[in-house]
């Protein structure tokens, strides 16, 4: 069986597409604009997610929205179960983010571990006014008391399974697939 076959398409381009406007939408509407938000990417999908957030709300809104890129690495609290030197790529936010409503974004929320060591980093940066949540898909499975507030799609998923996430920065095609893990 190939690679192919172990996997299903759960979500398309067009979908996918779909999913980043409304998420862009109701950021909007909670945040009544872009004025006083800065959206924050996890590297690495989350990074590229934030992008076109940002290409979108600065469309809808005709004026510029403040990105920056979070490097969780050195936040993690699995870096002692890992024997390889973690690689860092940086974290680039060239704005304060004291009273503004950062929105973090990633692809993918799962147990909450990524999105609590994002919290850690961001909270060391300066006193953001909220720190509020965005993600492509919530797969369940919560091991940290946390919660997006702003879902592309609720996928519950088992154990045994993966959501994968590819973007055409990546992965040359926008999609979500459900893997099935094998013990």
């Known amino acids: 069986m ?10 398309d381009e067009r979908d996918f597409g779909r999913m980043l406007i409304r998420l862009a939408h109701e950021i909007l509407e909670r945040n009544r604009g872009t004025e006083h938000i800065a959206i924050v990417g996890i590297r690495t999908r989350g990074e590229f997610l934030a992008r076109r957030l940002v290409e979108t709300l600065t469309k809808l809104e005709s004026k510029p929205v403040p990105l920056g890129v979070l490097d969780i690495t050195l936040y ?3 870096l002692r179960e890992k024997h ?9 936010i060239e704005f304060d983010i004291t009273n503004k409503h950062v929105i973090l974004v990633d692809d993918v929320l ?7 060591s994002a919290l850690s980093e961001l909270v060391d940066l300066g006193r953001p ?8 898909v ?23 399974q993966e959501v994968q996430v ?14 099935e893990l094998h013990d």
Request: hydrophobic share 30%; charged share 30%.
């Open 76 to 78: 993690r609290d699995d």
């Open 166 to 179: 590819c973007m055409k920065e990546l992965d040359n095609e926008d999609a979500v697939y459900l893997k």
């Open 2 to 11: 190939n690679e192919a076959e172990k996997r299903t398409k759960l979500i």
């Open 110 to 116: 799962f147990t909450g571990r990524t999105v609590r």
């Open 84 to 92: 390889a030197q973690p690689v860092l790529q940086g974290t680039y």
């Open 138 to 160: 919530d797969r369940g499975h919560r091991e940290l008391p946390i919660k997006a507030d702003f879902v592309g799609k609720n996928i519950p998923t088992s154990k045994q």
């Open 129 to 136: 006014s909220s720190i509020q949540l965005a993600v492509l």
